[in-house]
Structure formats: structure tokens, C-alpha cells
């Protein structure tokens, strides 16, 4: 698949105003997020990703663990590390419940609150899918040494998709030599 890569510098306009926004935005999800985890004692992470969860961490050090262990509600399963817990919910009971409850209401939230490069491709309006046979590519996006970096796929031969997206003024074309270079690789 080719791209087409393309830098903004963060601290100029209209970037440094959407970076605020995100950053603004990601303060109130975690303050949501806490409200929630704060009433899981045993709760030291999530298992999951930035846009899912699907049980919380326990470490083998936390007090709580032998109430969990003991407790029907509560579906532990030994992480690969052998250092740590998930913990899911058992619908069958009551506490279960609640747990999926709270674990649904986690996910809402970061539906409602996108990850940055989801975020900055939908604001700047670059949001861009490629299909090429049984493969879908993204417009993707990141910040590395305060510099926005965007990749977008370009649609090739016997490819389908979205057209290649209006690029704003405020990102520059550059290489994919120098798009490497700015990530240290």
C-alpha cells in the first residue's frame, strides 16, 4: 500500500487550538473514568485498548485479590505475565452485573472521547479508508517531538475506497526518508 505523508507543527494554528481541544477532552474522560474505577478496590488498569475494555487488572499484590478469588460474580482469568489478574463479570450474579454495568459505562466513555490520531483525522477532515482485496488502510495520525505526523493511504490500481481527502494549509507534504527521520527511525 502507498502513502503520502504529511507534518504539522502543533504550536501554530489551527493544530495548537485542536491539540488544546483534545487534550481539554482527554483531562474530562479521565476524570469520568476515575469516578468509575474509583469504586473497584481492586482495580490497578484496564484490559482493553484506547477505544475498548474488556475486564479490569488485578495485580497478585493487591489486598483485594483474595476477596476476588472468593467472591462469586467475579471471572478471573491469570494474565501471560503470571503477575497479574482480569477480571470479568459473571452475569449469573449480582456483583457481576454491576461489573458490566460499570464496564459498559467505561466503554460509552471512550467511545464518546476518540483516541488523538482518530480525533485530529475527523477534525482536519482526512479521514480516508482504502480497500485493497481483504485489507482495509486508515488515515492515521500521532504527535512525536511536538510535531504532527499524518499518514494517508493513497488508492492504487484495483483498489476502493474513499477519494484522497482535501489536505489542510496547515500540514506539509514531506517524504516518507523524512516522516521516518522525525520518528527517530
Known amino acids: 500500500?502507498?502513502?503520502?505523508?504529511?507534518?504539522?507543527?502543533?504550536?501554530?494554528?489551527?493544530?495548537?487550538?485542536?491539540?488544546?481541544?483534545?487534550?481539554?477532552?482527554?483531562?474530562?474522560r479521565n476524570k469520568k473514568l476515575k469516578a468509575i474505577f474509583d469504586t473497584m478496590p481492586f482495580y490497578d488498569g484496564w484490559y482493553g485498548g484506547?477505544?475498548?475494555?474488556?475486564?479490569?487488572?488485578c495485580d497478585s499484590d493487591n489486598p483485594h485479590l483474595e476477596q476476588l478469588k472468593q467472591t462469586k460474580g467475579y471471572k478471573l482469568t491469570l494474565c501471560d505475565s503470571q503477575d497479574r489478574y482480569i477480571v470479568r463479570p459473571d452475569k449469573r450474579y449480582k456483583i457481576g452485573k454491576e461489573l458490566d454495568k460499570a464496564l459498559c459505562n467505561v466503554y460509552q466513555i471512550l467511545l464518546e472521547y476518540p483516541p488523538f490520531g482518530k480525533f485530529i483525522t475527523k477534525q482536519l477532515g482526512i479521514n480516508r479508508m482504502v480497500l485493497d482485496g481483504r485489507s482495509g488502510y486508515l488515515s492515521s495520525a500521532g504527535v512525536c517531538k511536538k510535531v504532527l505526523l499524518v499518514?494517508?493511504?493513497?488508492?492504487?490500481?484495483?483498489?476502493?475506497?474513499?477519494?484522497?481527502?482535501?489536505?489542510?494549509?496547515?500540514?506539509?507534504?514531506?517524504?516518507?526518508?523524512?516522516?521516518?527521520?522525525?520518528?527517530?527511525?
Open 50 to 57: 484506547e477505544e475498548f475494555i474488556s475486564g479490569i487488572v
Open 151 to 185: 499518514c494517508i493511504p493513497v488508492k492504487g490500481q484495483g483498489c476502493s475506497g474513499d477519494d484522497f481527502p482535501a489536505v489542510p494549509d496547515s500540514l506539509t507534504e514531506i517524504k516518507e526518508s523524512e516522516f521516518l527521520a522525525i520518528q527517530g527511525k
Open 1 to 28: 500500500m502507498e502513502y503520502r505523508y504529511f507534518k504539522g507543527n502543533l504550536n501554530a494554528e489551527p493544530l495548537k487550538t485542536l491539540n488544546e481541544d483534545w487534550l481539554k477532552r482527554f483531562k474530562e
